[in-house]
């Protein structure tokens, strides 16, 4: 049985699908969409979806019966199962690998959703400017945190990418769209990291 991958592209499912792609593994992707009709085929109670996530959120991944759920988990159990340089080698690389991983989750994830839904996403007479700026203010320290942190490293958990780059960068794929001009070594490694096959692979999912 192959890696089955629950989620649409256009959801936190991209960062595993991401993961699925550098690591070159075959996986089936079944894009529930939390959206559609939920007793629809592909809506949120799809019986082998509500297995592998008894909340009915995505993403979700059924590894030839074992389940995980949560977008962070299961890229770091990815990681670390099949390797591939994507695993740190070293305990403080794999500290580094959960430090910028549940960074991503607190300090990114709230914040740039805002902003994002805000000054880009949502039709323009539904934005909040001040909402938008708001979340940019907030955003300003924890950006210049991973700035100053590749001030002196390629990648965040050494010199080489990791699955703390990809989970980050996975969360601050619409900080591209920010002007980066006073933190050089963020805009060097967004660039790094969405430049790479799989990440291109994966983003062409979602048309982007």
Request: aromatic residues 10%; hydrophobic residues 45%; charged residues 25%.
């Amino acid at each position: 049985m192959t890696l089955r991958i629950y989620g649409i592209a256009a959801s936190r499912a991209i960062r595993a699908l991401w993961m699925a792609e550098e690591l070159g593994l075959a996986y089936e992707h079944v894009p529930i969409h939390y959206r559609d009709d939920p007793d629809g085929p592909l809506g949120k109670n799809n019986a082998d979806f509500r297995r592998a996530n008894p909340l009915g959120r995505v993403p979700a991944i059924d590894d030839d019966g074992y389940t995980l759920w949560e977008s962070m988990a299961i890229n770091l159990y990815l990681a670390r199962k099949h390797g591939k340089g994507l695993w740190p080698a070293t305990v403080e690389g794999e500290g580094l690998a959960y430090q910028w991983s549940f960074f991503a989750v607190t300090e990114i994830d709230p914040d740039i959703n805002t902003w994002a839904a805000n000054a880009i996403v949502l039709p323009e007479d539904k934005r909040d400017p001040a909402k938008a700026q708001a979340a940019l203010e907030k955003l300003q320290r924890p950006l210049a945190v991973v700035d100053a942190a590749l001030a002196h490293r390629p990648y965040l958990a050494g010199g080489a990418f990791t699955v703390a780059d990809l989970n980050l960068a996975a969360a601050l794929f619409r900080a591209r769209r920010m002007d980066h001009a006073a933190r050089p070594n963020l805009a060097r490694w967004l660039a790094d990291c969405f430049s790479r096959p799989a990440a291109r692979r994966a983003w062409a999912m979602r048309g982007e």
